[in-house]
């Protein structure tokens, strides 16, 4: 049937909150979106008057669509070239949805977003559904068609699986800036010292390139090793050299709600990489240079005014 304009709006205000979820469960912005938009074409197909609860509707089919689309990524990052990360979003981002609780800022941080691979699709609707838009498990379990008690056990199974031993500290916008201007200058410093303080001994670091710019292939891990890969990756003439055309600018911002490093080239995102911040210091770097993850953050990065940077490979 055609839809009214009535019909349409309602579509459309319950998007924001769409694209929230399937951002949550995809970690890929450009998937959410084509999911959303596939859950509008259902909409379109189906008698929408008869539709009792639409949100409802629209949350079912929205989620069975990322279930499969999740069963059909595992066997595509299987041949994915290098490590596989989520696209960083930066702070404001609507998609990255409601963060009133901690459970919801912790649902779209960097670092549990890349925890969540290691879910089932049951497992990551269940935990994003409960934790991150407060669902009950009656509701969990007539989306996903399984009984409450099935939902409540997958939850625990994904709590299980997304604790990794690391208390994550939260922090504020000023100490973002001030965690990342001091990374900045232990990184630029060509010392190794100063870094290995700050991380923990055993953190990790791992790139995504997606085999179209050059990225550590394996994740690395140990204080020692990260510190001196990041004393060579922050050199100037490094970065100078890795770029053609233009000046790199690195600038301290925040992704996903985690301090990141931006590099930008005219305007343009080139590299964010997310800093896991814990109790006893830079536990995880994720750095995302895949440019096909990066065009969203870089739109709304040119709508912002940012200051000075921080280093300029000039």
């Not at 009535?6 to 979106?33: H, K, N, Q, T």
């Not at 979003?89 to 941080?109: H, K, Y």
């Not at 232990?186 to 050059?214: F, H, M, N, Y």
């Not at 992704?255 to 590099?263: D, I, K, L, Q």
Request: glycine share 8%; aromatic share 6%.
């Amino acid at each position: 049937m055609a839809l009214t304009a009535e019909d349409v709006d309602r579509f459309e205000g319950f998007r924001p909150r769409l694209e929230a979820i399937a951002y949550r469960m995809l970690g890929s912005a450009a998937e959410a979106e084509d999911a959303v938009q596939e859950t509008f074409l259902r909409w379109q197909a189906t008698d929408v008057g008869r539709i009792e609860v639409p949100e409802a509707w629209l949350t079912k089919v929205l989620t069975n669509l990322c279930r499969n689309q999740l069963t059909s990524a595992r066997a595509r990052r299987e041949t994915y070239v290098g490590q596989w990360l989520p696209e960083p979003l930066l702070a404001g981002d609507p998609m990255l949805g409601p963060a009133d609780t901690v459970e919801q800022r912790e649902s779209v941080s960097y670092a549990v977003l890349t925890l969540m691979e290691r879910l089932s699709p049951n497992e990551r609707a269940v935990y994003v559904l409960r934790e991150a838009f407060d669902y009950p498990h009656a509701e969990i379990a007539d989306i996903l068609d399984i009984s409450r008690a099935a939902s409540q056990q997958l939850l625990h199974r994904a709590r299980q699986h997304l604790a990794d031993g690391r208390a994550r500290v939260e922090i504020d916008a000023t100490a973002t800036r001030r965690v990342v201007e001091e990374f900045l200058s232990a990184a630029a410093s060509g010392r190794i010292e100063p870094l290995v303080r700050l991380l923990t001994q055993d953190a990790t670091s791992v790139g995504d390139g997606g085999g179209k710019v050059p990225a550590r292939a394996k994740p690395f891990s140990g204080a020692l090793a990260v510190a001196k890969f990041l004393r060579g990756l922050f050199k100037p003439t490094q970065i100078k050299r890795a770029i053609v055309g233009g000046t790199p600018e690195v600038y301290a911002t925040t992704a996903n709600g985690e301090p990141a490093v931006v590099v930008v080239v005219d305007g343009r995102i080139i590299g964010i990489m997310c800093l896991e911040i814990t109790a006893g210091g830079i536990a995880a770097l994720r750095n995302q240079v895949n440019p096909d993850k990066l065009d969203r953050a870089s739109a709304r990065w040119a709508t912002g005014d940012h200051g000075k940077p921080l280093l300029l490979a000039d």
